[in-house]
Nanobody, 113 residues
Framework: QVQLVESGGGLVQPGGSLRLSCAAS????????IRWYRQAPGKAREWVAY?????LTSYVDSVKGRFSISRDNAMAYLQMNSLKPEDTAVYYC?????????WGQGTQVTVSS
């Protein structure tokens, strides 16, 4: 059974940094593309960042230059710098590919002074 578990969320002041982690089990993680999404209260879930199995990355415009996605064999990461109040959301990781579309439970990120 595939399981993804996010961690690293918390409360941070504007301008601060957090590093989110996504741990995978039950799957050969390296075979799949990884995406980070977020969902703010009252808003639809939004795609944030993507990394392919070969390491190609892309980002939503609102986080370009501030967020960085990376991965190793069994983990994915989202380094978030220069955080803004509008980055406040529950952040989810997703692993997708042939025969797989798996989500974690999410981790709360709150940016507030």
């Amino acid at each position: 059974q595939v399981q993804l578990v996010e961690s690293g969320g918390g409360l941070v002041q504007p301008g601060g940094s957090l590093r989110l982690s996504c741990a995978a089990s039950g799957v050969i993680f390296s075979r799949y593309a990884i995406r980070w999404y977020r969902q703010a209260p009252g808003k639809a879930r939004e795609w944030v960042a993507y990394i392919s199995s070969s390491g190609l990355t892309s980002y939503v415009d609102s986080v370009k230059g501030r967020f960085s996605i990376s991965r190793d064999n069994a983990m994915a990461y989202l380094q978030m710098n220069s955080l803004k109040p509008e980055d406040t959301a529950v952040y989810y990781c997703n692993a997708a590919g042939p025969g797989l579309d798996s989500w974690g439970q999410g981790t709360q990120v709150t940016v507030s002074s």
